[in-house]
DNA sequence: CGTGTTTGTTGAACTTGTTCAACTTTTTCC
DNA sequence: GGAAAAAGTTGAACAAGTTCAACAAACACG
């Protein structure tokens, strides 16, 4: 059942009981996202969470310069949302699609909002969550910085060999925040 | 007094009762923090969260190659933290450093696990400050993809007119990811 | 199954940013 | 106040990454 891979996934994260633990699950839709699909699309305003079940998702913005840049990759165990649109009811600056048939566990912001009130230790969970994912921000900056594309493409493809299985090589480069005339060359030399 | 900076930072965050303020703010002790000191250093374990109430700080790594790698600064109402180093009680990677005389507000962190338990809108607090910070964060790293040196820096400049005030070049350019030479040229060459 | 579209490759010329070294200016601190 | 240290500047040679264009390979889909 799906829900089961959430209840393995936040009990990695706070301790939940048994009762809360359903709470928190029952506001939770399966849905389905076939391959291609914008779950949420730049310029609306997110009112959900989602967490991926099953398939691939790819969280990019478009500057005015048109280029894609990739935030990230989403697969089985990672979350969906724009912060920012959700919290500010503003338009997303994101896109979320779907690279091939994917399942995801939806819940609703007013859902979300009242289980925060009902669930205290779901803020826990999203507090511990949130500096997680900063950590993992610092991080990726950091190596942004210090590292050139190449040392940032093998330490990509060596952290997440699962994801990269499933992206194109543009896709990728949008990720690294290169070319993928550039990565293709990267290729070539390093084989 | 500057635990009254610290009620106003939060306040802007959650909406704490007078009674779950004065409870949140009592385990802050006051600490001077002479120019050049470090609060943090590289390989020891962050056991506080610091808030700073006067001053500047610097947060930095040294990587591998030995080049420095500003995360951030710290001026007034901004939070000192290794979260990772705290969390998991493991050697930082950071370094915390006292651009000029400095005042900071300190919570333990055996204070700070309390205050979890025993005001539940702390959890709050911080699960709201966590999710604006992911939301700067994966900002910052678009503009670092998106956009040349030159334009971060303008951007740098113009967002924090009353930082860049206290900062050397070279901490700018360890900012920005970019070596001090080339911000020199830059700045020459917008002049 | 084939054809149109997207993705990947390669090369040449170019731009952005680095490195190193020598020098000047500013700051530190006794 | 003056010596030493740190920060900033400049130029030349270099490395990393981009752009554009042309072509090849893979994929999508009626």
């Known amino acids: ?9 936040i009990s990695k994260n706070a301790q939940l009981s048994k009762w809360e ?3 928190f699950c029952k506001h939770f839709q399966l849905k389905s996202i076939p391959k291609k699909t914008f779950l949420l699309e730049q310029g ?6 989602g967490f991926v079940v099953e398939g691939c998702f790819r969280i990019f913005t478009i500057d005015k310069k048109g280029n894609e840049n990739t935030l990230y990759f989403a697969t089985k165990d990672w979350w969906l949302m724009d912060i920012d649109s959700f919290m500010n009811r503003k338009p997303s600056d ?17 859902d979300k ?3 925060y009130e009902s669930v205290p230790a779901v803020e826990k969970l999203f507090r511990v969550m949130s500096q997680k994912a900063i950590v993992a921000w610092q991080r990726r900056l950091i190596r942004n910085h210090s590292q050139t ?7 990509f493809t060596s952290t997440y060999p699962n994801i990269v299985t499933k992206l194109t090589d543009k896709q990728i480069a949008s990720y690294l925040g290169i070319t993928h005339e550039f990565l293709s060359k990267i290729k070539k030399k390093t084989n």
Chains 1, 2 share one sequence.
């Open 1 to 9: 059942m799906s829900h089961d891979i959430l209840v393995e996934h």
């Open 21 to 23: 633990l359903t709470e």
């Open 44 to 49: 609306e305003v997110c009112t959900f969470e």
């Open 94 to 110: 994101l896109n979320m699609q779907a690279l091939e048939d994917s399942k995801v566990l939806l819940i609703r912001k007013i």
């Open 113 to 115: 909002l009242a289980l």
């Open 149 to 155: 594309a190449t040392e940032r493409y093998q330490h």
